[in-house]
């Protein structure tokens, strides 16, 4: 069978997906479209089964309807609420060496053959931290060539705080829900992802992170730098597989650097341009010239 290839990338970072067959690729894919030189830094086989797949022992997590096993070469994890009537499974063999396996019941390979059901299903956490990078839920706008975070519980109104600063400043909106955090050479730096929620913006631009703001309503504007205290705000806004030592271990370490080197504030606001000219002349040290945009 011909090998159907397609690579997306994002964040420095390149993904090679190969098809059984040929399927209809929509933005969630194509917006993101890349060269395929031949070295990506993840690649998904996806397979079709005609038979289930054997299951090693009890889960070591269960969480939506998703059950994670340990297997021979890595993590299996398994999505139960989408087992077809033979009992084939729709899952994700995530390997240490970055070649890894999607599996889809064959009967049902029309219906779940969508980019977008697919990149739900491929493990993002698990394969960025392999380049040192996590998943931080936030949305982050591009200016100056540095990354501003706005993250928090959905809600709160980071993606409204973005959308200010694309208002008001002119600055790129690179996601509106996942923002990739990623420890370079002891630089941090933020970056755009496939999983942009309802925001639609899956921009693949990296820059470093000049400072990331945990977003809180209020009836003033005002920020307050934080210290270590940041730690467990950023963990609880961060996608892990808190099952796994080692894992935690990583994203502990990612943070306890950052947190050295990128500042964190908690920013109280309103929706509206005060809160906007507040962080920004925090970071820059300087006041944005208005009327310019």
Not at 26 to 35: G, I, R, S, V
Not at 39 to 45: I, T, V, W
Not at 155 to 161: E, P
């Amino acid at each position: 069978m011909e090998d159907l290839k397609f690579c997306i990338g994002f964040s420095g970072l390149t993904i090679r997906f190969h098809f059984p067959t040929v399927v209809t690729l929509t933005p969630e894919l194509t917006d993101l479209a890349c060269d395929d030189s031949g070295n990506a830094d993840e690649e998904f086989q996806i397979k079709l089964l005609t038979t289930p797949l054997p299951l090693n022992g009890n889960p070591v997590s269960t969480y939506l309807g998703t059950h994670v096993y340990p297997a021979d070469k890595g993590w299996l994890r398994v999505y139960t609420p989408l087992t077809a009537e033979n009992g084939c499974q729709v899952a994700c063999l995530l390997c240490p060496d970055g070649k890894h396996k999607l599996y889809y019941p064959a009967q049902k390979w029309d219906f779940y053959a969508h980019p977008l059901h697919l990149l739900h299903l491929i493990g993002g956490e698990y394969i960025l931290l392999r380049h040192n990078a996590l998943l931080l839920h936030s949305s982050v706008v591009m200016i100056h060539g540095k990354m501003v975070l706005f993250s928090g519980a959905s809600g709160v109104g980071k993606s409204t705080q973005a959308s200010l600063w694309v208002k008001h400043l002119g600055a790129e909106l690179i996601n509106g829900d996942r923002c990739v955090v990623m420890e370079k050479e002891g630089a941090y730096w933020g970056g755009g992802s496939p999983w942009c929620g309802s925001s639609e913006a899956r921009r693949p631009d990296i820059a470093p992170i000049a400072g990331i703001f945990l977003v809180n309503q209020s009836s003033e504007s005002k920020l307050e730098k934080l210290g270590w205290e940041a730690f467990m705000h950023l963990i609880a806004e961060t996608t892990v597989n808190s099952w796994d030592p080692l894992f935690m271990q990583k994203v502990t370490d990612i943070y306890s650097g950052l947190l050295k080197r990128v500042p964190v504030y908690r920013l109280n606001c309103r929706p509206d341009r005060e809160a906007v000219d507040l962080v920004y002349k925090t970071i820059f040290q300087k006041e944005y010239p208005h009327g310019s945009i």
